[in-house]
């Protein structure tokens, strides 16, 4: 009986209110949850022994890190459940989510550079994590682009589908690759939580962002995900979308206005 | 089974025997590129030493990645990949032959090429050695791999540009693994375990790559 | 608190420009992310309603 309830948001109409009423909450709550961690992370946590007040920077780069990652995954998902059940709405999750991983990939990186320069003299270093990750956002482009390629929408989807998944195989070989190569070339050694237990304002800081910004992130998802329905269906003609359309005045013209 | 796969490559051979220019421009390109990195880096001996494997793979990699282009398009536009397709026989196993034969026209070659401009960057006749074995690994890797692109990539806008920026990403480990054996003999460490992840890698592919392009070609060109 | 004043706070050990321009970043780039999108939906709505 309730399965059946929910079986219901498997359609675009019904996704397309579901994801209007959820994400007002899903901003407003990652919003709050952010801030409270930026002010645990900046305001509350002490300086750090060795790297001094530049490593805040973790609040924000750790989260948009593990973000990158989680989300390339839930693309992959979706994409694949899009290709293999040939659901639409699967495949418009996946292009949903895409920006907002590439963005998040964007962001570590950048924020990584920042991190870099003051504790470690050098705004890029080709060690493990930045070069995978920099790979990852090479991956998230490549999706973007292939998606884009195709004339018809549901090619593009499940070629892509295709891509992610092979993606996903990758990412792992490309991962321990990455760190062998850079265990061997290695200079200097660098460590994303400094070796010494991490303090306990630091970490409550950190899950705090990385929760806020997930939830943002889904909002900021589903918005996108909103257009994407409106675009995909009005090139279906789907009937459901009469109900969107701006309502227009209704005034002396009246129904002469023949439509075409 | 085994007939079709032999009459696939069979085709593919006398093909690629009919363009042969094609091979020449390809192993040409290797050359140039190749040759681009002692002109932009200077004639240091001990430099160019250094960055021998290196330039070679990545020359090696551009080289495939531009013959991506040609592995189905030709067939795409003249009906036979879809005549392959209907085919009662695994399309993955079909791929598979294709995949050789690009390998055996686009890949081999390299190989073969690579001990002489190796000796130009003053490359030591052992180092040499594991380079070419790092690439008969190797360069079979980037045909299977740069297959699942050039399927992807076949019904689209997007051309030999959409292709490269879509495989490259996957042949990092390759790269890394292929050049890097190179380096490890050299400084002593051997290089057998970059090998032997290659050897790794090359046995995963050749499974995965044929179903995943078979796959892409299902999807892109029906 | 870990801050003594709001001087301290702004100054960042020193760090200023990259605890800063960290933060700087990341709130132009999910700004402009809400930006783009938001202007998406309305055009996606535009549209709906100029088929009419």
Redesign the interface.
């Known amino acids: 009986m309730k399965f059946h309830a929910l079986l219901r948001y498997a359609t675009p109409a019904h996704a397309y209110t579901l994801a209007g009423r959820l994400l007002p909450w899903l901003f407003a709550l990652g919003l709050l949850l952010t801030a409270a961690g930026l002010y645990v992370g900046f305001g509350l946590a002490p300086t750090d022994h060795q790297q001094g007040e530049s490593y805040r920077i973790i609040y924000l780069h750790v989260p948009a890190a593990w973000l990158s990652m989680v989300i390339y995954l839930a693309m992959a998902l979706w994409a694949v459940l899009g290709w293999v059940l040939n659901t639409r709405l699967s495949s418009m999750m996946a292009r949903a989510l895409a920006p907002t991983g590439a963005l998040f990939t964007f962001l570590a990186l950048w924020t990584g550079a920042l991190w870099g320069k003051p504790t470690w003299g050098t705004w890029w270093v080709w060690d493990a994590r930045l070069t995978s990750e920099l790979i990852l956002l090479f991956l998230y482009i490549g999706f973007l682009a292939l998606q884009d390629a195709f004339e018809d929408p549901r090619q593009g989807d499940r070629a892509a589908a295709v891509l992610a998944l092979v993606g996903v195989v990758n990412v792992p070989i490309i991962y321990l690759s990455v760190q062998w190569w850079s265990t061997l070339h290695q200079g200097a050694s660098i460590s994303v939580s400094s070796g010494s237990s991490i303090a306990a304002p630091m970490l409550l800081g950190l899950l705090l962002c990385a929760l806020g910004l997930w939830l943002h992130a889904g909002a900021i998802t589903l918005l996108r995900l909103r257009s994407i329905i409106i675009e995909r269906e009005q090139a279906r003609q789907a009937r459901w979308l009469e109900r969107l359309r701006p309502q227009r005045p209704k005034g002396p013209q009246g129904p002469q206005e023949a439509r075409t | 089974m085994r007939s079709v796969f032999l009459a696939v490559l069979h085709r593919e051979l006398l093909l690629g025997w009919r363009r042969r220019s094609d091979l020449f421009t390809l192993a040409f390109f290797f050359v140039m590129v190749v040759s681009l990195f002692p002109l932009a880096l200077g004639p240091d001996a001990a430099q160019l030493r250094a960055m021998a494997p290196g330039v070679l793979w990545v020359a090696a990699l551009l080289s495939v990645t531009l013959s991506l282009g040609r592995l189905f398009a030709n067939d795409h536009a003249d009906g036979t990949l879809e005549q392959l397709m209907l085919s009662p026989e695994p399309l993955s196993w079909l791929v598979l032959a294709k995949i050789l034969a690009h390998w055996l026209h686009a890949g081999l070659p390299l190989v073969l090429l690579t001990p002489l401009l190796a000796l130009q960057f003053g490359l030591p006749g052992d180092a040499i050695g594991v380079l070419v074995l790092s690439l008969l690994i190797g360069t079979p890797v980037l045909s299977l791999l740069g297959a699942v692109a050039a399927a992807l990539a076949l019904g689209t806008r997007g051309g030999g540009v959409l292709v490269a920026v879509l495989v490259l990403p996957l042949y990092v480990p390759v790269l890394i693994f292929g050049a890097g054996a190179v380096g490890a003999h050299g400084s002593g460490l051997g290089a057998g375990p970059h090998l032997k992840m290659l050897a790794g890698v090359l046995a995963l592919s050749s499974v995965l790559a044929p179903w995943a392009s078979a796959a892409a070609l299902r999807v892109v060109a029906e | 608190?870990?801050?003594s004043s709001w001087t301290d706070?702004v100054h960042?050990?020193?760090?200023a420009p990259?605890?800063w321009?960290?933060?700087g970043?990341?709130l132009l780039?999910?700004f402009w992310?809400?930006a783009h999108?938001?202007w998406?939906?309305r055009?996606?709505?535009q549209?709906?309603?100029d088929?009419?």
């Open positions: 608190m870990n801050w706070f960042m050990g020193g760090h990259y605890v321009g960290a933060v970043v990341s780039a999910l992310e809400w999108v938001y998406r939906q055009a996606a709505l549209a709906l309603g088929e009419a």
